[in-house]
Nanobody
Framework: QLQASGGGLVQAGGSLRLSCATS??????MGWFRQAPGKEREFVAA????????RYADFVRGRFTISRDTTKNTLYLQMNSLKPEDTAVYYC????????????????????WGQGTLVTVSS
C-alpha cells in the first residue's frame, strides 16, 4: 500500500527526491527511515499529514526536506548535499494516528511500511 521510489546512484554532493505513494489512502503521520548495510534501521524524518509538525534526525537537518502533496497522497523526501554515509535503503512508513513529536522517530509507532528504495552515494 506504500510504494517508495526515486532511489538511485548519485555522486557525493548531489541530490535525489524520494516519493512514497499511498494508493489514495490518507495517513495522519508519515515518515522516512533508512537502513545501511550491516546497520540497524534508523529514523530520518517524519511529518504530520496536517502539516502541523515535522521532525528530522540531526544528521539530515539542513540537507533533507520532508513534504507531502495532499492532492496526490504522496510523501516526498528531498535529499541535497548527499554524502557517502547516506547510502542506505530508504523506507517510507505510515500510521493512522497523529503522533506527537516525541514518538515520530520510533519505528514501532508506524503500522505500515513500504518496500524500500535504494540510495547509493558514491565518493
Amino acid at each position: 500500500q506504500l510504494q517508495a521510489s526515486g532511489g538511485g546512484l548519485v555522486q557525493a554532493g548531489g541530490s535525489l527526491r524520494l516519493s512514497c505513494a499511498t494508493s489514495g489512502r490518507t495517513y495522519r503521520t508519515m515518515g522516512w527511515f533508512r537502513q545501511a548495510p550491516g546497520k540497524e534501521r534508523e529514523f530520518v524524518a517524519a511529518l504530520r499529514w496536517s502539516g502541523s509538525t515535522t521532525r528530522y534526525a540531526d544528521f539530515v537537518r539542513g540537507r533533507f526536506t520532508i513534504s507531502r502533496d495532499t492532492t496526490k497522497n504522496t510523501l516526498y523526501l528531498q535529499m541535497n548535499s548527499l554524502k557517502p554515509e547516506d547510502t542506505a535503503v530508504y523506507y517510507c512508513a505510515a500510521d493512522e494516528g497523529a503522533k506527537i513529536f516525541s514518538s515520530m522517530a520510533t519505528m514501532s509507532q508506524y503500522d505500515y511500511w513500504g518496500q524500500g528504495t535504494l540510495v547509493t552515494v558514491s565518493s
